[in-house]
């Protein structure tokens, strides 16, 4: 596996922005949903919002993947590359730690990492970088247009910046977190602890979400 060294010097407040105008969007969208949440989250509420319905992309072995596959799980899902000097491992390492804390429910969740720089990340790499974090993870890619279409989905910022003969990426450091019947439910800040993803998380599992299930 490469070892992510990279620096992304003049992309933090191009991150930072994105970041900003899409916790607006958020909070525009977690107020519409606020009446229809049972529980407290540490992450923002977007039940019932119309952004990150679905995707497409290619697993590891080339096999097209969407939602519907993990029917049944917990689905945590960031967009990065493997390259990525410190938020794609810090995210990554926290989702692992999620898993541990949950105990015996932590094989509940499905953490999906999505490239967004497909011309580096082959499906090989995306396999051994995910699996040194946690053996369960899948590293999820496409081609240059449907990473596109899928980054546009999911509102998801992204920006090649060139270094020298090179390139790194400015991007969103959000995670997204879907029920076991596929539906969006939170976003989680980057700067949100792996304590704080795993009460959310317990919230979801409880069984007094009663209203999303019975429409399951």
């Known amino acids: 596996m490469r070892s992510p060294t990279m620096k992304m010097s003049g992309t933090r407040s191009l991150a930072t922005l994105a970041r900003l105008l899409f916790l607006a969007g958020l909070l525009v969208l977690a107020a519409c949903g606020q009446e229809r949440s049972t529980g407290k989250f540490f992450g923002s509420d977007v039940t019932g919002s119309e952004f990150g319905r679905d995707f497409q992309l290619l697993d590891p072995d080339g096999r097209e993947r969407s939602l519907a596959d993990f029917r049944g799980k917990y689905v945590v899902m960031f967009f990065g590359y493997t390259q990525c000097p410190d938020a794609c491992p810090t995210a990554l390492a926290r989702a692992a730690e999620v898993r541990t804390q949950l105990g015996p429910e932590g094989n509940k969740v499905q953490v ?53 003969s090179s390139y790194t990426l400015a991007h969103s450091t959000l995670s997204y977190v879907f029920d076991p019947q596929g539906r969006l439910r939170l976003v989680w800040q980057h700067d949100q602890t ?3 993803c795993v009460s959310d998380l317990r919230t979801l599992m409880k069984p007094n979400h009663w209203f999303w299930r019975w429409f399951s």
Do not use: N, W
């Open 112 to 164: 999906i990492f999505v490239t967004v720089d497909p011309e580096r990340d082959t499906g090989t790499l995306m396999r051994e970088y995910t699996h040194a974090f946690d053996p369960s993870f899948l590293g999820l890619r496409s081609d240059l247009a449907g990473t596109r279409k899928v980054a546009d989905d999911f509102r998801v910022f992204y920006q090649k910046v060139p270094t020298g």
């Open 194 to 196: 792996a304590s704080e």
